[in-house]
């Protein structure tokens, strides 16, 4: 059995898609579903809450009571339902309509110590979890991400309800490269070997690949379930346990996961809590060059860059946010990029037609609107958008700013928000130069029909990633990753898979070697 700890709270990243509606191809979301979340899952089983309190979930394109949610108020550790210690909970809240959908529980530093000797018991030498066969594990995974792929509309109504993105979004994007991660590394778990190693003398030598033990995860707001299977999955597929925190701002789909335990045999185990960490993977965000060329495709450039900025309400962390564009195509691309930003659909993230849902929260929101305040203040040239995009909710009229310099602020702190900076550049070694003076190295992209300046210029950026000719085309087969304030080590593919485990060399005395 293999044991997992999902926190909610401990108090103080995407993929390519065309900007046309999805109705076509997307079910219609069910503004009523049937839904078990009346009830709190306890044991294994979904049980009343001993309190018999819910909280409503509001339709924020009717106002109407979608259904009633359970005041969630125990934390899930070591299989079972228990009351946080000291019995606080906090509210999730739909960004939509900023009213509150639920309560969950809080976790403090006693909940956190007993997700993390669960997580320490179930790790021990001889327990079930490490003596299972490691293409056992690889089953379990593919039966979650099986269980996932079933309830992929429900998921994908929860995910925006919590979270605000659009469900075309939720659904034809997050949703499929869940289950495409949490396959992915389920195959990796009886292939990931050790080596035999031709050492002098007589002596067998030979290295295992062996799981680090608890590992502490943490996973943001911007794409919760995505992120939950990017950890996940390689932690799980080499064996170890795992104590995770998911996002205060979004509790909720790790809750429905809850409901997909049973059936896939225990696979995880929801908790609160945190561990000592010694060994540290982190992506912390960036503030990502996109660089376009003069003979780049106009059309495309501008569709990309845009796609590369506003995706996900430009909260990414790899977001396209300071788009360099080459001096002699610049007026052109600035007017294209306005007229595509002012046409982008802002609205109901249930409506199949919407491209562009609110931010997270009211921080978020704040934080956003205090930045296109900066810009204005700093002496950018605000082209469109920059306002409250609705009366209610945390909307904001998707952004684009002009003669942006590098040493502004919006042009070198990370926004998180639907914020387009366009800046001016002459030569190729001037626009490698500028988009290297960053904190930040996470990701670029290039657009140029020229392979040799292509080549040139990604050789020159210092980003774990570059797209050429495109943007934010991931797959769960290719590491992702940055470079300096942006983080260390790297998520996804092969790569992802050391993150969580400890090469062990082992030597043997033999009588007598023969090659």
Known sequence: MHRVSFLRRVPSSLYQVAKCPYSSIIPKPNSRPEVQFNKLFINNEWQNAESGKTFP??????????????????????????????????????????EVICHVAEADKVDVDRAVKAARDAFRLGS???????????????????????DSAYLAELETLDNGKPYTISYSVDLPTVVKCLRYYAGWADKWEGKTIPIDGDYFCYTRHEPIGVCGQIIPWNFPLLMQAWKLGPALATGNTV?????????????????????????????????????????????????????????????????????????????GSRTYVQASIYDEFVERSVERTRNRVVGDPFDPKTEHGPQIDEEQFKKIIGYIETGKREGAKLLCGGKRAA?????????????????????????????????????????????????YGLAAGVFTKDIDKAHYISNGLRAGTVWINCYDVFGAQAPFGGYKASGNGRELGEYGLANYTEVKTVTVKVPQKNS
């Open 128 to 150: 079930p979890w490490r003596r299972m066969d490691a293409s056992h594990r690889g089953l379990l995974l593919s039966r979650l991400a099986d269980a996932i792929e079933r």
């Open 391 to 439: 009366d209610r909710g945390y909307f904001i009229q998707p952004t684009v700013f002009g003669d942006v310099q590098d040493q502004m602020t919006i042009a070198r702190e990370e926004i998180f928000g639907p914020v387009m900076q366009i800046l001016k550049f002459d030569t190729l070694e001037e626009v490698v130069e500028r988009a290297n003076d960053s904190q």
């Open 57 to 98: 979930t509001i339709n924020p394109a009717t106002g109407e009571v979608i259904c009633h949610v359970a005041e969630a108020d125990k934390l899930f550790i070591n299989n079972e339902w228990q009351n946080a210690e000291s019995g606080k909970t906090f509210p999730t809240i739909n960004p939509a309509t900023g």
């Open 243 to 319: 104590v995770m925190k998911v996002a205060e701002q979004t509790p909720l789909t790790a809750l429905y996961v809850a409901n997909l335990i049973k059936e896939v045999g225990h696979l995880i185990q929801q908790a609160s809590g945190k561990s000592n960490l010694k060994k540290v993977t982190l992506e912390l965000g960036g503030k990502s060059p996109n660089i376009v060329m003069s003979d780049a495709d106009m059309a495309e450039a501008v569709e990309q860059s845009h796609f590369a900025l506003f995706f996900n309400q430009g909260q990414c962390c790899c977001a």
